[in-house]
């Protein structure tokens, strides 16, 4: 499915979401919702063809994959942590979906640590005692 498609999916959500607000707010609220997981659903294709080009460049590069996999983790924390604020804020949850991207925040922090220390060894041994 290419943009334009998306695109015209949303124009159409959008106007029966806007119909089904003023009669029947619980239904707008699942469509909206089952609007979110069907492009989601759609985009996971396109997704993992990204990875496994990734995947490949990082073969052949010979890189860390530690250091590699852990940014895919990134990625995908923060991807699913704003696709899952996005839905709460569409049912009106704000405070919810403000304590999902405080937990992605925090899960991604705790992810780049690694990262973050083997980057700080490195510059220790490089730097002069």
Do not use: H, W
């Not at 619980?26 to 990875?51: D, N, R, Y």
């Not at 704000?94 to 991207?101: G, M, N």
């Amino acid at each position: 499915m290419g943009i334009a498609q998306v695109v015209g999916l949303a124009l159409v959500t959008t106007i029966v979401l806007l119909i089904l607000r003023q009669e029947k707010p619980v239904l707008a609220v699942l469509l909206s919702i089952v609007f979110s997981v069907v492009i989601f659903t759609i985009m996971m294709g396109k997704m993992a063809a990204i990875l496994d080009v990734m995947q490949e460049l990082s073969r052949r590069s010979a890189s860390n994959y530690f250091f590699f996999n852990t940014m895919l983790k990134i990625l995908g924390i923060a991807y699913l942590g704003e696709f899952a604020a996005a839905i709460c804020q569409d049912a009106g949850e704000q405070a919810v979906a403000k304590k999902v991207e405080f937990a992605a925040k925090i899960i991604i922090t705790v992810l780049t640590l690694p990262i973050m220390v083997a980057i700080l060894e490195s510059l220790m041994e490089i730097l002069p005692g």
